[in-house]
């Protein structure tokens, strides 16, 4: 069975990747070696995990970079033995790791984070799990000593409550944090059944949950996956991987529609941008650390699917034919542009998964999760210009333990113009990859 012939939602790639490799590993030993790439980029391995006992495995999530270039993140298991509910991670430009918190399933303090962290500037780290007290995930805080806060406990069973934190947390002025949940919400949904389709959800500094939006499945979206942008005023703006235009051919896990692009305004008030049809412009916007914005006001972004559809991008005969996923641009005014339709001619990786960075001149890096439709995970790091030209940066290959494969998420950039990201193949790593 190949990876398209599985439900491409969230919850059920990281389901997937654990199917896949197993709780039994070949694990590489820690490495800081480098080497070339065809387009001269050097990718330098920081971390291999699992380096030790107590180490974390599986670093899904997007890094956070800080102004001293020190990294910080989250494995999805591992951690204290015996336990291996996940951990939050520091890390050193030069790979020195420090675990500086291993959750736990039993003990209320939550298990398996996959979502991106955010750090305020007192050195405070905000992020999510997928699992806690309540039974369906918490919001977290973790000191800079280590000592972690629950700050919410999402309450599992068919309920219309939210659940599932499907993103991690961006914080305005006033403190609130701003989130999104793949299940929960409005009973109208167009599943017909729990956990319905999804909210999004606003936090206070006291602890207090409002929900903003309860997702319907209809024209407003279904299953919101990946971080939120907040603007200036107060707006948000994210994306759903389902529901939006319900004509979309694409029917996906028994879901109807092919997701949309929406702005929410402070009061809850949502407005959907872009609704993708599952055609030549994508369908199912990926999750990673969500949308791009430059200083203009346009949005950046990838779909999963969709796109280019010819036999290229096809697993094989009468399997259904998804596409290969393409890059976007919606502009301020709303005019939607594709930047990238990926080919699956094992040169350029498919399936784009993650968030997307922006350098001052406009190019845009990203990642796919797969070198090709064959089922393995490879993956690629690219760039793409503001004309849509894309340039592969760096190729992995599929079981390669020495340097990785299957990047898990978007990148994050230094000033340098150095990139850094995570692979999650054989337990995973953290790598630099160097203009």
């Known amino acids: 069975m190949t990876k398209r012939d599985q439900i491409p939602a969230f919850n059920s790639w990281l389901g997937e990747v654990a199917t896949k490799f197993g709780f039994t590993f070949i694990v590489a030993l820690l490495t800081l ?45 591992g951690g204290d033995v015996g336990s291996g509910y996940g ?27 996959t979502q991106p962290l955010l750090r305020a500037a007192d050195g405070t780290l905000y992020g999510t799990a997928m699992e806690g007290n309540g039974g369906s995930g918490v919001v977290f805080k973790l000191s800079p000593t280590g000592e972690e806060t629950i700050l919410h406990s999402f309450v599992g069973g068919q309920n219309s409550h ?16 701003y989130g999104v949940t793949l299940s929960g919400g409005h009973s109208s949904c167009n599943r017909k059944d729990p956990p ?23 024209s407003d979206g279904a299953a919101p996956s990946g971080n939120l942008i907040l603007d200036t005023a107060g707006n ?14 694409l029917v996906i896990a028994g879901r109807s529609g092919c997701g949309v692009v929406f702005k929410m305004d402070p009061t809850g008030n949502e407005t ?32 999963q699917y969709g796109g280019e559809f010819g036999q290229q991008c096809e697993v094989q005969p009468g399997y259904d034919n998804y596409g290969c996923g393409t890059v976007f641009k919606l502009s301020s005014s709303g005019v939607f542009t594709v930047l990238h339709e990926f080919n699956n001619d094992g040169s350029e990786g498919v399936t784009p998964n993650g968030g997307l960075v922006l350098d001052p001149s406009g190019n845009l890096y990203g990642t ?51 990139l850094y990201g995570t692979t999650v193949g054989s337990g995973g790593n953290v790598f630099k990859l160097t203009p």
């Open 272 to 303: 959907v941008l872009y609704a993708f049809t599952g055609g030549a412009d994508g369908a199912s916007p990926a999750a990673g650390s969500g949308l791009v914005m430059d200083a203009d006001g346009n949005i950046y972004g990838v779909a």
């Open 162 to 177: 939210p659940k599932v934190p499907s993103s991690g947390v961006v914080m305005d002025s006033a403190g609130n944090l």
């Open 33 to 77: 070696g480098a080497i070339q790439n065809g387009s001269a980029q050097t990718i330098t391995v920081l971390h291999t995990f699992p380096a030790f006992d107590g180490d974390g495995i599986y670093p899904f999530s997007p890094l956070w970079l800080d102004d001293q270039g020190e990294l910080y993140g989250t494995t999805f298991q």
């Open 236 to 249: 948000l703006y994210g994306v759903t991987i389902f529901g939006g235009d319900l004509s979309c051919p």
């Open 87 to 113: 951990t939050v991670f520091e890390m050193s430009e030069s790979g020195d790791e420090t675990i500086l918190f291993n959750f736990n399933f039993y003990n209320g303090v939550g298990a398996y984070p």
């Open 368 to 418: 796919t999760q797969e070198s090709s439709l064959s089922g393995g995970l490879g993956g690629t790091v690219f760039e793409l210009s503001p004309g849509g030209e894309l340039t592969v940066l760096y190729n992995f290959e599929f079981d390669d333990f020495q340097n990785g494969d299957g990047p898990a998420a978007g990148l994050v950039r230094d000033s340098s113009g150095n």
């Open 196 to 218: 319905y389709c999804g909210t999004v959800y606003e936090l206070d500094p006291k602890g207090k949950l409002t929900v903003l939006h309860s997702f319907t499945g209809g």
